[in-house]
């Protein structure tokens, strides 16, 4: 099955897709699940081949340039089929959402053109093609978010991501000028150590961080994720967000890194030291994770709330591949993988309740667990996993990278890991409880049932492997391994059931079982003790006083009240940058215009004076 | 000095004088008057300059026929500004 | 057959067709239709006229540049005699001398024959623009015009005082030849280039094109914008890339000019909150960026830049000011939500825009790719920067409009457009996509041209 | 003020043009101009094609280009192309001229004049004479200066003359409209015919006679008339758009 | 000096193209530019002592020295070109008068 042939499947069950999807709605989004499914496993297929040591070489269609190369390696497969598990999985979701929006059958085409774009930009060595396909997932993508809540958040993703894949074309030309082919693993190898590496780091940089959704480039993503439809949220998240990762491996672990001013800062070992340019994306990276965390706590929709929380989980990514190092490598590729199934999961489990309920409002939201108990378990999973707490991924992958900041002395940027991880407890309890548990509103309380079975499906295959990722980490740290391996770097040293780091041995399985007793114990107390009993939302003494609006009684509104005036006033930052930023262009637009365009010639005539008089100037 | 560059120089300054008349004055029409002038004296200055061809068609077209166009246009300008 | 009837024919036909006046359109169609399909019987090679060879007497060049020049001008001016031909009735005979004179302005090999049609073509502008009803704008367009030209005219006379000759090859090769300085004709190419940025919409000789473009109806509008664009942008290439001699202080106010331009266009462009005035200062900055390419000598892509831009201002003009004339004005609020009931349509426009925007499986995204990389294989780091941040802010102006268009729940405005309209309008949408894909012929011909853009030799 | 600085400004700019033609190397001085190393040294010859040693007057045969005036040899033969886009350009502007101003019901602009019986007559005979000038300036083209064009405007300010002599007059638009389709028409076709016979378009296929004479150089004389025809058509026309206007 | 006089006249056109805003003033500084560009062309090929390039019984042979005749011709071609947009710019200007009712630009308003 070669990639091509697996790309072309998918445009063209696109237009399958396209145009059943006009005969029948639910029907066309049908064929994205078959068509997803079976992309994902066939490119779960190449895992053999390339277990037998075959990378592979197409020289593809005929009629195209010859540059149209594709390549399976340990990296790209590693984010191949990562994100095509997540398009798979969220696609199950598709045929019940699709009747919402506006034009369902672009919706199930564009689904799987971003699907394609996704195997053009992981599995090539050449940069064009990658680039082209980064491209083609921009515009298919900017016309899937317009069909969930509005188009400004459409035109703040398209901004910043042709920003970033801009910045990535200009990269690859200036390697395209210095080796003479587009070949990925030739240019970055040239480049590397060089003048031009560090433009080139610079801007694969800049264009990791605006796919990520990074600091300071992070405008577009919470409007993106907020507003795009529930599954696109999740597909975003879980994967497409992923491709800004993917150019982070790139640049940080395939360019040498650059400058060396923060080596003095030393580390617990005495051979640490790191590069400028680590230490600059490292304190970005952790700034996200500040930004995205004091964010994410004050928001009300909790959509938006995981928004702000893959931002600043974009944030860990970044930091760990910044470090480098076996730690750091493996700590940020498994963060990836956990983060992606966690937010996928959580996306999900709020897409199943806003599906019901018809706004993902906080506010709005209560006592979902009586009637959602599977989705509720479902986002409870990936919560913890998020938070990083133990038997789930997400503990693992923090572990690592907590050793990894450690190991390199940085307390600055270790102090915001850890304030990145408290605060993930503060936010993501948040939805959780105003969502799932408290009383139940009136106004869903008719409306709201279970999810059907084939949206659980994949909200449970998620939630199974998060549990897994946590338990039996190994199978794949073992393929993150080959990953660094490739990279060029040393993989973590890893027992049957132990992973050695600096300063310690975990033992994940051991973990999990002491926390499966510790729950169990919790459980039975909890079964056999239960003394309370269900209240109305309404049903309050307020001394006497009339409720009259009963969202002011919801006790997630203003949840963090005091802490968020803490920092309230400068929550606006990158935002405010953007916005006056775009304000100078549209000044200097329209001062341009009311300068130049007027119905008297002598504008013109002016101006040809002034050039020539320019050009003369000299023979005075 | 002789006296076809006498001549010359009296051309440029009466020309120069003329277009800078024509295009300051007030009055539309003095202008126009002006620019017929103007032209007429570039007939002379083609002559100067040996291009009796050139002097012909400027003559009849550049300070004739022009010269009407505009007095026709003030005159139905004026007429409409009457009404 | 010589190509010196696409000029002689429709000239005889405008010369007849204003004594049968009613029939002046059938005329145009017809002629329009027939230069199209003739071109396919031209003979390649040098036309002397009155049998004076160059560089005494004035000769056509009918090489592969001006023959795929004639084939887009004629065929897009084809297109919009065809859909106008009944609404614009009074203007047939006028368009059958624009045509004429588009034809002599890519034929001729001659600088001064260039100036005549030029003239011929400008004069027809000025008055198919006048169908506009807006006099104001449309005597500022011929006041510049005229400034435009005779400083064209004072270049192209200053360099005969210098080198004494006429034509364009002869011209070049005199200069080259006499060792003398690019300091000497600076001052004359300036003046030259001046003249043909005035008609090619560079940004400070500029301040007709909002008069005529924002005013414009379904005529002058795609007239204007796609076909009188194109022509230009051909003659001016030519000039650039056989002509010019553009160094020292000179380079240095072109480039200034051309960044202006490209910086200015876009940022207007974002500015505006009119449909009709963001394609007219995208295309300011478009004309700026095909100048540019030229200058750096990718004559094939920058035929391909003129190429795309010119379809795809057809099309954009041409739904818009349908659209326009229905709705009454052309605010982008009015706008919103035109294309959802009219998707057909609605892809078009969107397929030619994401064309212009560069994005990948468009047409735009081959010529766009192709011109950076052979900047950045030239050496040249500035302009690709340049080209690329304007392109970003090209994106989100045009994305925007995308999006509002397609994008509105309720009160969507009525728009009827005829069937004729939407053939053409999904015929270029489609070449612009099945050759954004099937890059091949694209690539090749492009490479071809580089070489076929240069006139050769002294006395052809 | 702002006048003033405008002034300053192009004074400075002419200054500066000035100067730097003056230190042009390429640029010959005023009145030094080199003709032989010019194109137009073979105009004056009549080299382009073959080399007809000395040209006399009154003698030289079957030149390339026959007319006495070189001029005329290059407006109207060795540069006809441009003739014809010239005679376009003025086609156009006409035809423009009617678009704009041409209205439903037309009537005389009204002069604040009335003319009496003598100018009236004396004007018929004066137009007379001027038309005739304007048909010799015409048809001696190749000979004296002067030529289609100064023909043609000449012809056309006779019928100015009458509109201005006589407030009632109204030429016959139709018939300046026959004339100007046909004058132009026929260069065209005269065009063709050269591409036809001889190869070339514009090609002078008639026998070029002796330079001087009347009946020489060939089609040039019938081009000039058919310009000046044409022009003379134009311009009344133009003359007549301008002087009448949307009536009762 | 009818060379400097041709600059000085394309100068004042120019600057009656800078600071007038009435349309017919507009037009006469355009008029004036024509006509000294045309003064320009012609002294481009005059030549001190020359004689018109006619062949008369007088002057009748070409080994005279002749006056540039290229520039004459253009100069035509340029003069009757001058004449179009001329006629055209004032029947715009007519057109413009009856909609605004002067000449004046100011006075007309933005469109």
């Known amino acids: ?620 | ?83 | 057959m010589s190509a010196i009837l696409l000029i002689a024919v429709p000239l005889l036909a405008a010369f007849i067709s204003i004594l049968f006046k009613k029939y002046a359109h059938y005329i145009l169609v017809f002629v329009s239709f027939a230069s199209v399909f003739a071109l396919e019987y031209m003979d390649l090679g040098t036309i002397t006229v009155g049998g004076f060879n160059a560089p005494f007497g004035i000769v056509l060049i009918l090489d592969d540049y001006s023959l795929i020049a004639l084939y887009i001008v004629n065929t897009l001016f084809f297109l919009v005699a065809i859909l106008n031909c009944n609404e614009f009735k009074k203007v047939g005979s006028i368009m059958l001398v624009a045509l004429a004179g588009l034809n002599g302005l890519l034929l001729t090999g001659d600088l001064f024959n260039l100036f005549v049609f030029l003239e011929v073509a400008g004069i027809a502008a000025y008055l198919i623009t006048t169908t506009n009803k807006k006099p104001l704008a449309t005597f500022n367009y011929l006041i510049q015009g005229t400034v435009g030209s005779s400083l064209y005219l004072l270049g192209l006379i200053l360099l005969y005082a210098m080198f004494g000759t006429l034509n364009m090859a002869d011209m070049a090769s005199s200069i080259a030849s006499s060792g003398y300085g690019a300091g000497v004709t600076a001052f004359p190419f300036l003046l030259m280039f001046i003249g043909f940025g005035v008609e090619a919409k560079l940004l400070p000789f500029n301040s007709w094109t909002k008069g005529i473009l924002a005013n414009s109806n379904r005529l002058t509008g795609p007239m204007i914008a796609s076909v009188y664009a194109a022509a230009i942008g051909f003659v001016f290439g030519r000039l650039l890339t056989n002509v010019f001699v553009i160094e020292d202080t000179f380079l240095i106010i072109v480039t200034i000019i051309l960044i202006f331009s490209v910086v200015a266009g876009e940022a207007m462009a974002y500015a505006s909150t009119k449909v009709r005035e963001i394609l007219l200062y995208s295309s300011v900055a478009q004309a700026a960026l095909v100048v540019v390419v030229f200058m750096s000598g990718f004559t094939g892509w920058a035929v391909y830049l003129i190429i795309g831009n010119a379809a795809a201002k057809l099309v954009l003009f041409l739904i818009t000011n349908t659209a326009t004339k229905q709705l009454g004005n052309d605010d982008v609020e009015t706008f919103k939500g035109l294309f959802v009931n009219n998707k057909i349509i609605g892809l078009s426009f969107t397929a030619v825009t994401l064309s212009v925007i560069g994005l990948p499986m468009f047409l735009g995204f081959v010529t766009k790719m192709n011109i950076l990389e052979n900047m950045f294989v030239s050496g040249d780091y500035i302009w690709p920067a340049i080209i690329l941040i304007t392109s970003v802010v090209e994106g989100i102006y045009f994305i925007r409009l995308l999006l509002n268009l397609w994008y509105k729940e309720n009160d969507l405005p009525e728009v009827k457009f005829e069937f004729v309209l939407k053939y053409v309008v999904v015929i270029i949408a489609l070449l612009i996509m099945v050759f954004g894909v099937y890059t091949e012929p694209v690539q090749e011909s492009a490479d071809d041209l580089v070489a076929y853009s240069y006139i050769e030799g002294g006395n052809l | ?248 | ?111």
Request: proline residues 3%; without cysteine.
């Open chain 5, 1 to 111: 000096m009818l060379q400097y006089a041709a600059i000085a006249m394309l100068m004042l056109g120019l600057y009656g193209l800078l600071t007038q805003r009435n349309i017919i003033k507009i037009i006469v500084s355009i008029n004036i530019l024509e006509i000294g560009l045309n003064l320009f062309i012609v002294s481009v090929g005059y030549v001190e002592g020359g004689i018109a390039p006619i062949l008369t019984s007088d002057f009748n042979n070409n080994g005279l020295v002749f006056v540039d005749p290229l520039p004459s011709a253009l100069v035509l071609t340029a003069i009757v070109i001058g004449v179009g947009t001329t006629a055209l710019g004032l029947a715009l200007a007519k057109n413009i008068y009856q909609k605004y009712g002067t000449f004046e630009i100011d006075e007309m308003g933005e469109e």
């Open chain 2, 1 to 83: 000095m002789d006296l076809i560059n006498i001549v010359e120089i009296i051309v440029s300054v009466l020309m120069l004088i003329l277009a800078f008349l024509a295009i300051n004055s007030k009055s539309l029409v003095k202008s126009v008057m002006f620019l017929s002038a103007l032209s007429m004296l570039a007939v002379v200055g083609f002559v100067l300059m040996k291009a009796p061809d050139v002097a012909v068609t400027e003559a009849v077209i550049g300070s004739g026929l022009v010269t009407s166009l505009f007095i026709f246009t003030l005159l139905s300008a004026r007429k409409v500004g009457n009404k």
């Open chain 1, 1 to 620: 099955m070669t990639v091509e042939f697996l790309i072309l499947v998918a445009l063209a069950s696109g237009i399958l897709a396209y145009f059943v999807g006009r005969l029948n709605k639910v029907l066309g989004a049908v064929v994205t699940i078959v068509a997803s499914m079976f992309i994902f496993i066939m490119i779960g297929y190449m895992m053999q081949d390339i277990n037998a040591g075959t990378t592979f070489n197409y020289n593809a269609v005929e009629y195209m340039p010859d540059f149209v190369t594709f390549m399976v390696t340990y990296l790209g497969l590693f984010f191949a089929i990562l994100v095509t598990f997540i398009f798979a999985m969220v696609s199950f979701f598709n045929p019940f959402f699709v009747e919402k929006y506006k034009y369902p059958a672009l919706y199930s085409m564009l689904y799987l053109f971003s699907l394609a774009g996704v195997l053009g930009v992981f599995l090539t060595d050449n940069f064009m093609v990658l680039f082209f396909f980064f491209e083609f997932i921009v515009w298919s993508g900017l016309f899937l978010i317009p069909l969930g809540k509005n188009n400004k958040a459409a035109i703040s993703y398209y901004a910043f991501s042709t920003a970033g894949s801009f910045a990535l074309l200009y990269a690859i030309f200036i390697m395209f000028a210095e080796t003479g082919s587009y070949n990925l693993h030739l240019g970055l190898a040239t480049v590397s150590g060089t003048t031009e590496g560090t433009y080139v780091l610079a801007l694969l940089a800049f264009a990791a961080f605006a796919k990520l959704g990074a600091f300071p480039l992070n405008v577009w993503l919470p409007r993106a994720l907020g507003k795009a439809p529930d599954p696109i949220t999740a597909v975003f998240s879980g994967g497409l967000e992923k491709l800004g990762a993917f150019v982070a491996v790139l640049a940080l672990v395939k360019l040498a890194p650059v400058g060396d001013i923060a080596g003095t800062l030393g580390g617990l070992t005495e051979a640490t030291f790191l590069f400028a340019s680590q230490y600059i994306v490292a304190t970005l990276g952790a700034m996200t994770i500040i930004f995205g965390t004091l964010m994410a706590i004050r928001q009300d929709d909790a959509k938006k709330l995981l928004a702000y929380s893959s931002m600043s989980n974009g944030g860990y990514i970044l930091v760990a591949l910044s470090l480098g190092g076996t730690l750091g490598l493996s700590g940020g590729l498994y963060h990836i993988v956990a983060h992606a199934l966690a937010s996928a999961a959580a996306f999900l489990a709020i897409g199943a309740v806003s599906r019901v309920t018809g706004t993902t409002k906080m506010s709005e939201l209560g006592g979902m667990i009586h009637k959602m108990p599977v989705t509720y378990m479902v986002y409870l999973i990936a919560i913890i996993s998020m938070a990083g707490i133990p038997p789930m991924g997400g503990f693992i992958s923090k572990w690592l990278i907590f050793q990894a900041v450690i190991d390199n002395g940085l307390i600055l940027i270790a102090v915001a890991v850890f304030f990145g991880s408290i605060g993930s407890f503060l936010y993501v309890f948040r939805p959780l409880a105003a969502l799932f548990l408290g009383q139940e509103l009136p106004q869903h309380r008719d409306k709201a049932k279970e999810a059907p079975f084939f949206m659980l499906l994949p909200m449970l295959i998620l939630s199974g492997l998060i549990v897994f990722t946590g338990v039996m980490p190994n199978i794949f740290l073992d393929f993150i391994n080959d990953v660094i391996a490739e990279l060029g770097g040393t993989g973590l040293l890893l027992g049957d059931y132990t992973i050695t780091g600096v300063n310690g041995v975990l033992q994940p399985t051991l973990i999990a079982s002491v926390f499966g007793v510790g729950v169990l114990i919790a459980f039975i107390i909890f079964i056999l003790l239960k003394k309370s009993k269900k209240v109305g939302l309404m049903d309050t003494y307020t001394a006497g006083n009339f409720i009259y609006t009963e969202e002011l009684m919801h006790y997630s509104l203003d949840f963090y009240a005091p802490l968020e005036r803490l920092y309230e006033k400068h929550i606006n930052i990158t935002k405010d940058f953007y916005k006056k930023l775009e304000n100078k262009v549209v000044d200097f637009g329209r001062m341009v215009k009311y300068f130049f365009f007027t119905n008297k010639p002598e504008i013109t005539v002016f101006w040809i004076i002034i050039l020539i008089g320019f050009l003369l100037w000299g023979e005075l």
């Open chain 4, 1 to 248: 003020m702002k006048n003033f600085l405008a002034f300053i400004a192009v004074l400075v700019l002419g200054y500066m043009i000035v100067v730097s033609l003056d230190n042009n190397e390429a640029f010959p001085a005023y009145g030094e101009a080199d003709v032989s190393s010019r194109v137009s040294q073979a105009f004056i010859d009549r080299t382009v094609t073959e080399d007809p040693g000395d040209i006399i007057f009154g003698q030289a045969t079957n030149l390339e280009s026959g007319p006495a005036n070189i001029v005329t040899a290059i407006v109207a033969d060795y540069r006809s192309f441009d003739t014809l886009g010239e005679v376009t350009v003025l086609f156009v502007s006409s035809l423009g001229v009617a678009l704009l101003l041409g209205g439903k019901k037309q009537k005389r602009l009204e002069l604040n004049f009335h003319p009496n019986f003598m100018l009236r007559v004396g004007s018929r005979a004066l137009f007379g004479i001027i038309l005739m000038t304007g048909v010799y300036i015409a048809i001696h083209g190749h000979l004296t200066p002067g030529g289609g064009f100064p023909g043609g405007a000449m012809i056309a300010s006779s019928m100015l003359l009458l509109y201005l002599a006589d407030d009632e007059f109204r030429a016959k638009i139709k018939g300046f409209k026959m004339l100007e389709s046909f004058a132009g028409t026929a260069y065209v076709l005269i065009g063709l015919t050269g591409l036809l016979l001889g190869g070339y378009f514009l090609e002078n296929l008639l026998d070029n006679g002796v330079i001087g004479d009347l009946f020489s150089a060939g089609i040039i004389p019938i081009v000039y008339v058919l310009i000046g025809l044409k022009v003379g058509s134009e311009i009344s026309g133009i003359i007549d758009n301008f002087l009448t206007e949307e009536g009762v």
